[in-house]
Structures are given as C-alpha cells and as structure tokens.
C-alpha cells in the first residue's frame, strides 16, 4: 500500500529546537544553564550541554570560562587551559571528536557559580554578537584553521604561567574566544580579532616573564 504524500510544512518541536546545536555565544551560555542540572556541575556537564560535536563550540566553552567570573574558580585556569591545548592540538590532527582525559572532564564547581557567571556575562555576549556576521568565511575554514589551531595551542601554553598574575589570563583566552566565536559564527572578521589580541597576549607574557 502506498503511503499518501502530504504538503504539510515540518515542523520544529520544542525538543528538537533544544538539541539544536549553538549558533553562536549567547546560545552556548543558555544551553551551559539550560541543559545543566544539580548543586555541581562537571566540565564534561557543560561540554556535552552544547549538543554540539563541532571544534568551534567545545574551545569556546573553556575560554569563555576562563575570561569569565566563571574563572576566578580556583584551579579553573589551568584545567581550562590543558583543555583548550588539548582540543587544539587534536584539530590539527584529527576532524572527529577530541579525546579528553576523564580526570580534566571530572573537574567540578557549583552550579550557582557558574550561572551567576552566565548572568554577568551574557550582556557582553549579546552586545559582541551585534557585531557578527557571515563574513569572509575562507578563513575560518581548511587550511586556514590548522593554524587557528596551532596558535590557540600556544595561546593555550600561556594560561599555565600567567594563571599567577591576577587577570592575565584574560588576554590570551579572549584571543582564543574570538577564535572560536569566529570558527562558530563562520566569521573570519572575529578570526582576525583574535589574531590582534593573540599579539598583545604575547606581548603581555613577555613584559611579565619571569613575573
């Protein structure tokens, strides 16, 4: 028997719409409390809340953590940056999903704490995202992203050191944040911010070795 075809539009359920993975960095906080539960969350809680399997939104993740309140976390500076160099170098070799060790992945705060974040930060989310768009694409693509990924590597490098400097690590995680907001949003303007702001972390690195 055949089966009648009808030319009813599809429709998107609200449960479909929650697996939707990100689009860009306010959808990444909402889904971070959103699909998050309990008194403690894990780093492995936030990752996997982002239904999303793509580089872009798993290095964005750390980095916004780490610029954020969410990074005044003892400990979250340097857990954040063994991810980000991890996920980073696993780019350049591999396209599937990175691997994480399950001690990193197990790295737990309170919940409360990480909301709170969310709430200081999601203003400045929504204000960058009135500044992005679709726009030179090429770059945020291969080959162009080995070396995004190379350079967030070494950004990566600089958390350890410059976790002991009061807010230093805000300078390279921005730079990775705008990488991967770039990579996210397909847009090579925020790719070529991070290039700039990777220069000042650098610079700042410098200035403050050996502290």
Not at 49 to 68: D, E, T
Not at 141 to 149: D, K, L, N, Q
């Given at each position: 028997?055949?089966?009648?075809?009808?030319?009813?539009?599809?429709?998107?359920?609200?449960?479909?719409?929650?697996?939707?993975?990100?689009?860009?960095?306010?959808?990444?906080?909402?889904?971070?409390?959103?699909?998050?539960?309990?008194?403690?969350?894990?780093?492995?809680?936030?990752?996997?809340?982002?239904?999303?399997?793509?580089?872009?939104?798993?290095?964005?993740?750390?980095?916004?953590?780490?610029?954020?309140?969410?990074?005044?976390?003892?400990?979250?500076?340097?857990?954040?940056?063994?991810?980000?160099?991890?996920?980073a170098v696993q780019m350049i070799f591999s396209s599937g999903r990175p691997w994480l060790p399950q001690r990193l992945l197990d790295f737990s705060f309170s919940?409360?704490?990480?909301?709170?974040?969310?709430?200081?930060?999601?203003?400045?989310?929504?204000?960058?995202?009135?500044?992005?768009?679709?726009?030179?694409?090429?770059?945020?693509?291969?080959?162009?992203?080995?070396?995004?990924?190379?350079?967030?590597?070494?950004?990566?490098?600089?958390?350890?050191?410059?976790?002991?400097?009061?807010?230093?690590?805000?300078?390279?995680?921005?730079a990775i944040a705008l990488f991967a907001l770039g990579m996210t949003a397909r847009d090579g303007v925020m790719v070529i911010l991070g290039f700039v702001v990777?220069?000042?972390?650098?610079?700042?690195?410098?200035?403050?070795?050996?502290?």
């Amino acid at each position: 028997m055949a089966i009648a075809q009808t030319t009813e539009e599809p429709t998107t359920s609200e449960d479909d719409a929650d697996d939707a993975p990100p689009e860009g960095l306010v959808d990444i906080l909402e889904q971070m409390k959103e699909n998050t539960d309990g008194d403690q969350v894990t780093l492995e809680d936030t990752l996997d809340s982002l239904n999303s399997r793509s580089f872009g939104p798993l290095l964005l993740v750390p980095a916004v953590m780490a610029v954020s309140p969410i990074g005044a976390i003892p400990g979250m500076s340097i857990v954040t940056g063994c991810i980000l160099l991890l996920i980073a170098v696993q780019m350049i070799f591999s396209s599937g999903r990175p691997w994480l060790p399950q001690r990193l992945l197990d790295f737990s705060f309170s919940r409360e704490t990480m909301t709170k974040g969310i709430d200081k930060t999601l203003p400045w989310a929504k204000w960058l995202e009135k500044f992005t768009d679709r726009r030179l694409q090429t770059i945020t693509h291969s080959p162009f992203h080995y070396v995004i990924a190379a350079i967030i590597a070494f950004l990566a490098l600089l958390f350890i050191p410059l976790a002991f400097l009061p807010f230093a690590v805000s300078i390279p995680g921005t730079a990775i944040a705008l990488f991967a907001l770039g990579m996210t949003a397909r847009d090579g303007v925020m790719v070529i911010l991070g290039f700039v702001v990777s220069f000042a972390a650098v610079a700042v690195a410098i200035y403050a070795w050996p502290f």
